[in-house]
């Protein structure tokens, strides 16, 4: 971290096809050594895919898939007086959809279809459906948090 001087925010530019900021923040997260142009294939043949079965704008279920991974509670581990706690923490939103985009990324990578298109594609119309490993990962979050909900007044 910077001594002196915030850290300045790059201003991502939105993707050509959808006009989106948050489309191309995924991408640029999905995005392997700097190979935007196989990423930009994989997330449009995923919304090719997503269009064609579901019936509905691709860009509306991207974001309600989103929408429902977005975590709202995280823990925080703290070490207290020898002993390491697990703090729950409240989640902006830019580091929600951050978590969010990461989870979809590596359930997606880890599924059992063919091709990446494909498993971006079912993990994406999982989570709009609610269901799938990433929601489950976000359940998750959410029960530890829940869980230890009497280590909140340790919260720096």
């Not at 935007?36 to 509905?56: C, H, L, N, P």
């Not at 207290?80 to 703090?87: L, P, T």
């Amino acid at each position: 971290m910077p001594r002196k001087k915030k850290a300045v925010v790059r201003e991502v530019l939105p993707d050509p096809k959808y006009n989106d900021v948050v489309v191309s923040k995924f991408m640029n997260c999905l995005m392997k050594k700097g190979k935007k142009s196989i990423a930009e294939k994989i997330v449009y043949g995923a919304f090719d895919i997503i269009a064609e079965k579901t019936k509905q704008p691709p860009l509306e279920v991207f974001k309600t898939a989103l929408d429902n991974v977005r975590p709202m509670v995280k823990v925080v581990s703290r070490r207290v007086g020898g002993s390491n706690y697990q703090i729950p923490m409240e989640v902006n939103e830019k580091n929600g959809r951050a978590l969010a985009f990461r989870w979809l990324i590596s359930y997606s990578r880890a599924r059992s279809e063919k091709t990446m298109i494909e498993r971006l594609a079912a993990e994406l119309i999982a989570a709009y459906k609610k269901e799938g490993a990433s929601i489950k990962k976000r359940e998750d979050t959410h029960k530890m948090a829940e869980a230890n909900k009497a280590f909140a007044h340790l919260r720096f």
